[in-house]
């Protein structure tokens, strides 16, 4: 996968390095094509009032050219924690607060789910495959923070010392987000062992999924799924591969039905072995 066009942002060609830095991370940890195809990737930063982060996915995207994702500025949710911490590296690090490059730790975050979403099939989504972006994107930004010191994406200076904060900024939008989790768990959610976490997602699984998607209470459920799912069951390398296409197997086949779908679960023998039974 290769980003050849962007659109929205201070600097279009720097934009691209950075982003297929990011493709690049997906490709390495979920090996093989996409299922609709290799397609070029248009990335479009869009106005954060807006829909999105999402793959833009209608009847006509089903056979088109190519993939364009739409990300979105540093929006409300991020605003507070992004502008704090960048005072807080512009002290310590000397980097430029007026650059806008902050806001591309959200980004890729953002862009290393909806890849995920593309390597697995953009025509399908439903609570499993949405925890499976989420750790795409978890386990995206734990590489970027060695890639992006050893080989800069831009000739800016202090873009090592940026991607040396990547994992601060990971823990904290992990356990920020259990402030929304369901309330029966929400209390002391991350100080309890890890067996007793997953017994607690998979007692309010069915209450999630009754929820929209895109809601705060479903998105930091997700969150705390995939998280768990990394210090399990994703921690063998060759497990990452079962992904990819893993949205195709729906009923009726992706491939059979052009448009977007949300409203159907993934086959029982396309689940993965390894996916733990809370989250099936």
């Known amino acids: 996968m290769q980003v050849t066009a962007t659109v929205g942002f201070d600097d279009p060609h720097e934009a691209m390095d950075i982003a297929n830095s990011i493709v690049a991370q997906v490709d390495t940890l979920i090996p093989g094509k996409p299922p609709f195809g290799v397609r070029p990737l248009t990335l479009v930063l869009d106005d954060p009032r807006k829909w999105g982060p999402l ?21 409300s949710r991020w605003t507070k924690f992004l502008v704090q911490r960048c005072n807080k590296l512009y002290r310590y690090c000397r980097l430029d607060p007026y650059r806008p490059i902050y806001s591309w730790r959200a980004l890729a975050f953002e862009l290393g789910h909806e890849l995920a979403h593309i390597k ?28 992006w010191h050893d080989y800069p994406p831009t000739s800016w200076p202090g873009w ?20 929304e989790l369901p309330p029966s768990i929400r209390q002391g959610f991350w100080d309890q062992p890890l067996e007793e976490q997953e017994i607690m997602l998979g007692q309010t699984r069915d209450e999630v999924a009754g929820i929209p998607l895109w809601g705060g209470k479903s998105r930091n459920w997700q969150m705390a799924a995939a998280e768990l799912l990394l210090r399990r069951a994703l921690t063998r390398k060759e497990r990452w591969r079962d992904l990819c296409g893993l949205a195709m197997r729906t009923q009726p086949l992706a491939l059979n039905e052009p448009g977007y779908r949300d409203d159907l679960p993934l086959l029982e023998d396309a689940l993965p072995w390894w996916l733990p039974e809370w989250l099936r």
């Open 55 to 75: 793959v833009y996915w209608d009847e006509q995207a089903h056979h088109a050219s190519s993939y364009q994702i739409f990300l979105r500025s540093v929006g």
């Open 120 to 147: 697995m099939g953009p025509a399908r989504s439903n609570l499993v495959l949405e925890v499976m972006a989420t750790a795409v994107s978890l386990e995206t930004l734990s590489h970027l923070q060695k890639a």
């Open 160 to 179: 090592p010392r940026y991607a040396a904060c990547l994992s601060e900024y990971r823990q904290e939008i992990v356990r920020s987000g259990s402030r």
